[in-house]
């Protein structure tokens, strides 16, 4: 390993934290500076860049394969890495934060992987960044045990064979980290703080434990974006001194761009790339944003209608697959986000029907893995792989050779056969409230209506009332969406709220604080990129 210099990072508007120094220690700094000086400024002209190609959108209205990648395309010899041993077999993985709670729960869940978030589901408050880095490191070391104060319960970790593997996700390029700043004052990019403190810390010990340091790679728009990580990748491992190609990464195929580039990403990933996953909130999110002036054929209906089946979302999930298992890559599916009622049976047991078959039509269309945001749907999705897959443990063998995609199949949004209505409306501004309310407090993954709601889902909540303000949309009642219209329905929900858990809960909380961030993110004319920026302005801690 490199001998660092003393580090130039300094931790400002930041209350100390117990045990930081075991994160924070002045070599693993020194690391992320590193990254800071080498790759931020890179970063930065790919932020730009998303800017032009926004605005091209705009005013073309449409999108298409890149011709400048076409023999990367074309040339049928190339291959991402082998799969390590503890990345082979990836057929349910379970989400969620790193809190020390979830830490243990979710290794102990029976899924094969564990998403540890530090990004939609994790609101980056210091006490969140710092710590979850550190429960990590002692679920590593065994070093970890929680007894929640309210039940007296107490979890420890089971043996080290029937743990989840971890794959880690930092948070996405355009997300900085405002308590960590160069001598200039710069912040650090969140993506480089989280990778840069887990890779330092865990690189080696991962190893020793027969894993690595795996991580999933948020919110990429371009192939360029991957390859910046691949040389950050690539560094990395050079200063740790671990063999390249210890890394091993998954994409989420989440924004609108990145799905005409995903065999562009991959290539660009291949000696460290393992896969790609399917995240449905935050692409749907994306196809409004960058097709949010592109008239009434990319109106969305209300976000629960456009489910896996619709056509522009199976050419996408049929194109994931076709992809990763011709370059041999995983395709991993997308998220049950049900969470089951510990009152009502009845919904129970039409959530899970719908979870099963969700599950089977994913396992069915050749997928090798799917994403559960709560430990009791991992024997439902795993059940569906095990039907699939038997004894393999993986399909990389079914090459869907039948598929095939065009371009304008994947913003065929005009195809599906739903229009958006009154109750939709009030869910996005339900969700929406809550959502950031909740993460306002510290909290990423937040269940409402009994379901799992992380930030990709109030992008699209916020989204939606944006997009049919400015679409002039009529809904089933027969109501024009307005901003005056999403207004009334905040007050109301505010109203709900404070008569559904009192007075003093209610000023206890940032109810008001949440209505106005949701109403200006989702009324102002200029349309924020991510609502978590200037939501991150109001983030105390």
């Not at 490199?2 to 002045?26: F, G, K, M, N």
């Not at 040389?231 to 740790?240: I, K, L, P």
Request: aromatic share 8%; glycine share 6%.
């Amino acid at each position: 390993m490199s001998a660092p210099a003393p580090s130039p990072l300094a931790i400002v508007d930041a209350e100390p934290l117990p045990r930081q120094e075991e994160v924070l220690t002045e070599a693993a700094l020194a690391f992320v500076a590193e990254l800071h000086r080498r790759f931020t400024p890179r970063r930065d002209e790919l932020l730009a860049r998303r800017a032009e190609r926004r605005a091209e959108i705009a005013r073309t209205s449409t999108l298409d394969f890149l011709p400048e990648t076409a023999a990367i395309r074309a040339d049928d010899s190339w291959r991402v890495a082998p799969a390590p041993d503890a990345l082979n077999d990836r057929r349910v993985e379970i989400t969620g934060p790193t809190d020390r709670k979830m830490t243990i729960n979710a290794l102990n869940s029976g899924a094969k992987v564990w998403l540890a978030d530090f990004e939609d589901a994790s609101a980056p408050t210091w006490e969140n960044v710092v710590l979850g880095q550190l429960n990590l490191i002692d679920a590593y070391t065994r070093n970890i045990d929680f007894t929640d104060p309210k039940s007296g319960k107490s979890y420890a970790l089971k043996a080290n064979e029937e743990l989840a593997t971890v794959v880690m996700r930092p948070r996405g390029w355009h997300l900085n980290e405002r308590h960590l700043v160069d001598a200039d004052g710069t912040p650090v990019p969140g993506a480089l703080v989280d990778f840069g403190l887990y890779f330092f810390h865990n690189a080696k010990r991962l190893l020793g434990l027969g894993k690595g340091p795996y991580f999933y790679l948020p919110k990429t728009e371009s192939h360029l974006e991957a390859r910046l990580w691949n040389e950050v990748f690539v560094f990395a491992q050079d200063y740790v001194g671990v063999p390249q190609g210890t890394v091993r990464a998954t994409v989420l195929i989440e924004t609108i761009t990145a799905a005409y580039e995903m065999e562009e990403i991959l290539y660009e990933l291949r000696d460290h790339a393992s896969g790609l996953n399917a995240g449905r909130w935050d692409y749907l999110f994306s196809i409004v944003k960058n097709f949010r002036d592109g008239g009434a054929k990319f109106v969305l209906p209300d976000r629960n209608a456009v489910t896996m089946t619709a056509p522009f979302m199976r050419a996408y999930t049929e194109l994931l697959v076709r992809t990763c298992h011709k370059r041999g890559a995983h395709a991993i599916g997308g998220m049950a986000a049900f969470i089951p009622s510990r009152r009502d049976a009845e919904v129970n047991k039409v959530a899970f029907e719908k979870v099963r078959a969700d599950k089977d039509r994913e396992a069915n269309d050749g997928f090798d893995g799917s994403w559960v945001a709560h430990p009791d749907l991992v024997p439902i999705a795993m059940e569906s792989f095990d039907k699939v897959l038997g004894d393999k443990p993986n399909q990389k063998d079914r090459l869907r050779e039948d598929v095939d995609v065009k371009a304008t199949d994947l913003i065929a949004v005009d195809a599906l056969d739903a229009k958006p209505t009154y109750a939709g409306l009030v869910n996005a501004v339900q969700v929406g409230i809550r959502y950031i309310e909740a993460w306002l407090r510290g909290l990423g993954a937040v269940a409402i209506f009994n379901l799992m709601e992380d930030a990709a889902t109030a992008e699209i909540s916020r989204s939606q009332i944006w997009q049919w303000i400015n679409a002039g949309v009529v809904l089933d009642n027969g109501e024009q969406v307005t901003a005056d219209l999403a207004r009334k329905i905040a007050a109301e929900e505010l109203a709900n709220i404070r008569a559904e858990i009192g007075d003093e809960a209610f000023a206890a909380g940032n109810w008001q604080q949440a209505h106005d961030l949701l109403l200006q993110v989702s009324l102002d004319e200029d349309y924020a990129d991510f609502l978590t920026l200037p939501a991150y302005e109001q983030l105390k801690g």
